[in-house]
T-cell receptor, first 114, second 110 residues
Framework: NAGVTQTPKFRVLKTGQSMTLLCAQD?????MYWYRQDPGMGLRLIHY???????AKGEVPDGYNVSRLKKQNFLLGLESAAPSQTSVYFC?????????????FGPGTRLTVL | AQSVTQPDIHITVSEGASLELRCNYS??????LFWYVQSPGQGLQLLLK??????LVQGIKGFEAEFKRSQSSFNLRKPSVHWSDAAEYFC????????FGAGTTVTVRA
């Protein structure tokens, strides 16, 4: 089991460029999440999905879009990158249902927007 | 809405000494509480979680945490720190989503 994988690991964009971050999990989890991590702020939820074909907004969704076309993949898109989106992005997945379930995290993508 | 506060931004501890990381939560109902660890350049790994029952929870890597409802706290402890424990530690509370504290960075000196 690879667990949760993220591609790419690093990326540098110019303001206004677009890109897609890919998250894949092989644990057959229903729920998937995208977070951003900024110094002194912990992790903040961007978007999440409770199943294939469904997505929902988290705390900080502006400037991002997501898609969950396949159960194992969760894509995060930046249509027009801004310097404020410089961050480390983490994907996570969990089994469905209860609040006690553990979220499993990927290794992160470090994005710099110039 | 639920929230978590980690009062200590950075803690330095000597190898072999004990460690305690503080976490205070704000939540109206029974909280579901987690501690995660993030080693440099890595994702987050679950150390332990609490959702009911015994208020002293054992986790991986020799960590434990104690839930105290009267103090709204869920502090993480380890009796004897190893150099490999140098990392960032996050407390989190789960409602419909995980809400994380800002994290505490632990430095271990030889």
């Amino acid at each position: 089991n690879a667990g949760v994988t993220q591609t790419p690991k690093f990326r540098v964009l110019k303001t206004g460029q677009s890109m897609t971050l890919l998250c894949a999990q092989d644990m057959n989890h229903e729920y998937m999440y995208w977070y951003r991590q900024d110094p002194g702020m912990g992790l903040r939820l961007i978007h999440y999905s409770v199943g294939e074909g469904t997505t929902a907004k988290g705390e900080v969704p502006d400037g991002y879009n997501v898609s969950r076309l396949k159960k194992q993949n969760f894509l995060l898109g930046l249509e027009s990158a801004a310097p404020s989106q410089t961050s480390v992005y983490f994907c996570a997945s969990s089994p469905p249902g209860t609040y006690t379930d553990t979220q499993y995290f990927g290794p992160g993508t470090r994005l710099t927007v110039l | 809405a639920q929230s978590v506060t980690q009062p200590d931004i950075h803690i330095t501890v000597s190898e072999g000494a004990s460690l305690e990381l503080r976490c205070n939560y704000s939540y109206g109902a029974t909280p579901y509480l987690f501690w995660y660890v993030q080693s440099p350049g890595q994702g987050l790994q679950l150390l332990l979680k609490y959702f009911s029952g015994d208020t002293l929870v054992q986790g991986i890597k020799g960590f434990e945490a104690e839930f105290k409802r009267s103090q709204s706290s869920f502090n993480l402890r380890k009796p004897s720190v190893h150099w490999s424990d140098a990392a960032e530690y996050f407390c989190a509370v789960n409602d419909y989503k995980l809400s994380f504290g800002a994290g505490t960075t632990v430095t271990v000196r030889a």
